[in-house]
Nanobody, 115 residues
Framework: QVQLVESGGGLVQAGGSLRLSCAASGRIFSINAMAWHRQCPGKQRELVAGINSGGRSDYTDSVKGRFTISRDNAKNTVYLQMNSLKPEDTAVYYC?????????WGQGTQVTVSS
């Protein structure tokens, strides 16, 4: 059984920062990509940032220059550093891990940015 445990969400004022973490545990092999997604109320889930096994990352346009995704392969953990947060970043953030054995999702963590 593979579990993804997310942490780091919370309430922050506009312009502030948060760092999300997502640790994968259990029988998981050959992790390829790791990613963060978010879902705003009434909207579809969107891909925010992804990072492949070689460390190459990509971002949706709205977060470029503000968010940074990184990973620690030894800990099977992916991070999302979020700076200069805006009220429109308010959402439930989900991590995902894509491996040779399957794709897995975290339970989600709420990020709320007040104006």
């Amino acid at each position: 059984q593979v579990q993804l445990v997310e942490s780091g969400g919370g309430l922050v004022q506009a312009g502030g920062s948060l760092r999300l973490s997502c640790a994968a545990s259990g029988r998981i092999f050959s992790i390829n990509a790791m990613a963060w997604h978010r879902q705003c109320p009434g909207k579809q889930r969107e891909l925010v940032a992804g990072i492949n096994s070689g460390g190459r990352s990509d971002y949706t346009d709205s977060v470029k220059g503000r968010f940074t995704i990184s990973r620690d392969n030894a800990k099977n953990t992916v991070y999302l550093q979020m700076n200069s947060l805006k009220p429109e970043d308010t959402a439930v953030y989900y991590c995902s891990v894509h491996s040779s054995g399957g794709n897995y999702w975290g339970q989600g963590t709420q990020v709320t940015v007040s104006s």
